[in-house]
């Protein structure tokens, strides 16, 4: 893109741009990567910044006890991305520390380039220490999170300066990792704290309190006290004892959003000194679109990748191309499944898919609530696939995960599960396409937004889902999948007893009547439905309402 024609600076923890760059862990970063695209198409004028992890997140190991562990291999930039000239210099622990720049540029439908700016403190002029600042994705405590921090918003903003992108209407902050850039600026405006509001836009995606970073200000101050802005009025969330990062982005910040229409609601009940709004997320569709899919689409739907409401004329295409794609989809999956693992999955068997980073509140294990149910009702009748990853140092979502490999264990013979290891973006792609119904069962209001089962649906997979995040808008409960419990009292043991009679009286006699008729209308109304749910929406919600 033309330096002189940048509008839109996009930061970003985590950006999920390629398969083949492990720079994000999930669906935040997942969901930065589709923004980008899905603006790239659209001719967006926009510049991102993330940081290089070379060790990326993590690749994940499950022994046969549903024990994971974590191995880190080293990722070599070269060739996919270019070394940009120029060093940056940051004050951190009271020594300078040098940050090189590497770039990705993602190339849109049209021919717009979107250049991903990857910040590196893994370089030879560096100490140790300091050369482990970006090597991994979320691997260390508070202090390591800080610095992290610190590079990604104060060293941000001076490579997109270094570089000669001197403006932008807009900086976009996605999520607080990104905030320290509204000091940056600040120091930039001499402390005019209205110069830097007008500039910058916030987006949080999270209703649950522990995923807003805050720190103790003297930690912070010992950290990268020299980055601080001296002699400059600081906002209370800087002067105060801790400083909480989602609220320094939203006080520096002329608007914010949630992610969909119900977080938008639990955002300005966490955050009510602040006018925040919504725009719905959406994926990335020529991506996330399996490749019989794509194949389908184009045959019969020529234009599609370009105008994804093409797909609203799904009823134009043939049962028989529909099922075709279906099932080979459905084949490349369970080929993979039973590669790795023994439990010879079938083909004709209603599949439910379920693959989600390991948090309580997803309910990963609501479906075994009741398991003696549960094997009469899916006994030679359905199979599950499961996948997610466990933060490194998150012990109780590994004991979630070992406990799914567990009951997979314990219902053998009974109840065929598969947990697939090494949760990433070509496996979503894989299951998400490949799967007959996707699961979701958080306990709401805690799913902010939900996006892959807006992947799923563009592949004419209906959702059986808590009507929370993005499904409280798109479910049309029987038409395009179906609602899990009661929105106004949730808890496990209602939830999965809704859950239990939604698979006996709805799913499967719907998935195995010989007609299909009402499977493949169902079908393609979760494909109508995952028009709404693109990026192409997403973006263009965000150029009309806050990309000003």
């Known amino acids: 893109m033309s330096n002189t024609q940048a509008t839109v600076a996009y930061f970003s923890a985590e950006i999920g741009i390629s398969p083949s760059l492990h720079t994000y862990s999930g669906g935040l970063g997942i969901l930065a990567g589709d923004h980008i695209k899905a603006a790239a198409d659209l001719d967006v004028n926009m510049v991102a910044v993330t940081l290089m992890y070379k060790e990326g997140y993590f690749k994940q190991r499950m022994d046969e006890e549903g024990n994971q562990t974590e191995i880190y291999p080293r990722f070599e930039p070269d060739p996919l991305l270019e070394k940009l000239d120029g060093t940056i210099t940051l004050p951190l622990r009271g020594r300078e520390v040098c940050v090189e720049v590497w770039k990705y540029t993602f190339v849109g439908i049209n021919g717009t380039p979107i250049d991903v700016l990857l910040l590196d403190t893994d370089v030879d002029c560096n100490e140790e220490d300091d050369r482990r600042i970006t090597l991994r994705l979320y691997a260390g405590g508070k202090d390591h999170r800080i ?24 900086y976009h902050m996605n999520e607080g990792h990104c905030s320290f850039l509204t000091l940056e600026l600040l120091k930039e405006f001499n402390g005019d704290e209205e110069e830097v509001r007008k500039r910058c836009h916030f987006t949080t995606h999270t209703p649950v309190a522990a995923g807003h970073d805050h720190f103790a200000s003297d930690r912070v101050t010992r950290l990268i006290g020299d980055l601080l802005p001296k002699n400059l009025k600081l906002p209370s969330m800087v002067l105060n004892s801790r400083v909480h990062m989602t609220e320094l982005g939203l006080y520096f910040s002329r608007s914010a959003n949630g992610v969909s229409d119900l977080h938008g609601v639990v955002a300005r009940e966490q955050f009510p000194d602040f006018k925040i709004g919504h725009v719905t997320n959406g994926v990335f569709h020529r991506f996330w679109v399996g490749k019989i899919f794509r194949e389908v689409f184009d045959r019969n739907l020529p234009g599609w990748r370009q105008d994804p409401s093409r797909l609203l004329e799904i009823d134009s295409v043939s049962d028989e191309e529909l099922l075709f794609a279906k099932r080979g989809q459905k084949k490349f999956l369970l080929d993979y499944a039973n590669s790795q693992s023994q439990r010879a ?6 599949t439910i898919g379920f693959a989600r980073r390991a948090a309580e509140y997803k309910r990963a294990r609501l479906i075994f609530h009741d398991k003696e149910r549960l094997v009469k009702l899916a006994k030679g009748k359905v199979q599950f696939i499961f996948a997610g990853k466990a933060h490194p140092r998150d012990d109780h979502g590994k004991e979630i995960l070992k406990e799914i490999v567990l009951q997979a264990k314990e219902l053998l013979g009974d109840v065929k599960i598969v947990f697939l290891e090494n949760y990433n973006m070509w496996l979503g792609n894989l299951i998400t396409a490949g799967v007959d119904v996707w699961l979701n069962t958080p306990l709401r209001p805690n799913e902010a937004s939900g996006t892959s089962g807006m992947k799923a649906t563009l592949n004419g997979v209906p959702n059986l889902s808590i009507l929370d995040g993005w499904w409280a808008e798109g479910c049309d409960d029987g038409v395009n999948g179906w609602a899990i419990g009661d929105a106004d009292h949730a808890n496990d043991a209602a939830d999965a007893d809704h859950l239990y009679r939604l698979l006996e009286e709805e799913v499967i006699p719907t998935y195995y009547d010989e007609d299909q008729t009402k499977w493949l209308s169902m079908m393609r109304e979760s494909i109508k439905t995952g028009v709404q749910f693109t990026g192409t929406r997403m973006v263009q919600d965000y150029l009309k309402d806050y990309y000003k």
């Open 147 to 170: 610095l992290q921090e610190a590079v990604l918003g104060f060293a941000g903003i001076r490579a997109l300066r270094n570089l000669g992108y001197k403006d932008f209407s807009t």
């Open 345 to 350: 999955l079938a083909n004709k068997t209603l």
